[in-house]
């Protein structure tokens, strides 16, 4: 991949975590994280995966 290929992937997934963060952010705010932990700890899986995945196109953008 390219660097612009690497960024524009980076820029994706950064739209992916604010989204996610914001739901969690909701979740948490209305006690929906306790009424539906299964689905809470889905987001949290959604979160950690686009983290690590923007995470190692970066360090592959910066080789």
Known sequence: MTVDEHQKVI???QGVIDDTQHTIDRFEATGMDEQMPEDYDKLLE???DAVTQQRAHTLAMLS
Request: no cysteine; net charge negative; aromatic share 0%.
């Open 11 to 13: 820029d994706e997934l």
């Open 46 to 48: 959604i979160l950690d």
